[in-house]
């Protein structure tokens, strides 16, 4: 009797330890966003990347003004930069 309240309480507390363990790893997972730029910081932009993979292509209108903004990806890969005018006001 006594084995058997044991075993039961080993494999509760052992389950409990898979289960905390299994949640920890999955919360490395979470991705935070970045934080979102003061409306006074954007500045009109005109960059065009083109996907290296699939030629899709895409224009950049508005970025975080005083440094060159990642480029997006697409076929997980970086676009590459095609052409750049800041067109700052």
């Keep these: 009797m006594i ?3 044991l075993k039961i ?3 509760l507390v052992v389950a409990v330890g898979l289960y905390y363990l299994a949640a920890r790893i999955i919360h490395m997972f979470t991705i935070v966003p970045p934080e979102e730029p003061e409306p ?3 500045q ?3 960059f065009h990347y083109r996907c290296i993979v699939c ?3 895409v224009t950049m209108t ?3 003004g005083g440094e060159m ?3 997006p990806r697409h076929c997980r890969e970086d ?3 095609v052409s750049a005018a800041a067109n700052r006001n």
């Design 3 to 5: 084995w058997t309240i």
């Design 9 to 11: 309480t080993v494999a």
């Design 40 to 42: 006074g910081e954007i």
């Design 44 to 46: 009109p932009v005109d």
């Design 55 to 57: 030629g899709s292509e």
């Design 62 to 64: 508005a970025a975080p």
């Design 69 to 71: 903004p990642d480029a």
């Design 79 to 81: 676009m590459v930069l």
